[in-house]
């Protein structure tokens, strides 16, 4: 499973992308546990007080993984496209 990193996140992994193996009937959860696991420069990027921070949109398949699906526990297979977006600002 691929995850896609964008700003300052794909800097801290040192790529766009990163490779995760999760298991069959894995969930989101599960996938960004691989996901720091592999690329722990990550996890104070993403984290705060152990939960994920507010300000970290997280798509599954294009879409919010909160708002359209059911957040960390959304289910995700081997095609399942995942996605991380720092906020953005600028003028």
């Not at 990193?5 to 766009?16: E, V």
């Not at 989101?28 to 696991?37: K, M, N, P, S, T």
Request: glycine share 10%; hydrophobic share 45%; proline share 4%.
């Amino acid at each position: 499973m691929e995850w896609k990193l964008f700003a300052h996140l794909r800097d801290a992994a040192g790529g766009d992308s990163v490779s995760v193996d999760v298991d069959a009937g894995a969930t989101v959860e599960d996938a960004l546990a691989a996901l720091v696991e592999t690329e722990p420069e990550l996890r104070p990027e993403l984290f705060e007080d152990g939960e994920l921070a507010d300000h970290i949109r997280l798509l599954v398949d294009g879409e919010d993984a909160f708002a359209a699906h059911e957040g960390l526990a959304t289910e995700v297979g081997e095609g399942s496209e995942l996605a991380l977006f720092p906020p953005v600002s600028g003028g």
